[in-house]
């Protein structure tokens, strides 16, 4: 039989998962995440552009990342259409 103490413990250890799983949630959605991957896409974009020789690489690398900002920004869109149409949770 399980003994108060053992259920306290696992109780205390799903609490903390579910702490860090809404972080990691959070961290998800944030504007932090977002900035910061449009930031690296454009300098790799940028640098990738400058070594093939593109005609003002830095200039160009502004659209892909600019893409990148519009798909994350409807991701969520898509995701409960997914969700509400074709997702079956059995």
């Given at each position: 039989?399980?003994?108060?103490?053992?259920?306290?413990?696992?109780?205390?250890?799903?609490?903390?998962?579910?702490?860090?799983?809404?972080?990691?949630?959070?961290?998800?959605?944030s504007y932090t995440r977002r900035i910061l991957l449009i930031t690296?896409?454009?300098?790799?974009?940028?640098?990738?552009?400058?070594?093939i020789q593109i005609k003002e690489p830095w200039l160009?690398?502004?659209?892909?990342?600019?893409?990148?900002?519009?798909?994350?920004?409807?991701?969520?869109?898509?995701?409960?259409?997914?969700?509400?149409?074709?997702?079956?949770?059995?």
């Amino acid at each position: 039989m399980t003994s108060i103490d053992d259920l306290e413990k696992r109780v205390a250890r799903i609490e903390g998962r579910n702490k860090n799983v809404e972080l990691d949630k959070r961290w998800e959605t944030s504007y932090t995440r977002r900035i910061l991957l449009i930031t690296l896409t454009y300098i790799a974009i940028g640098f990738y552009l400058s070594a093939i020789q593109i005609k003002e690489p830095w200039l160009n690398a502004i659209v892909p990342s600019f893409g990148f900002l519009l798909s994350t920004l409807t991701l969520p869109f898509f995701k409960n259409l997914w969700k509400k149409y074709f997702y079956k949770n059995e």
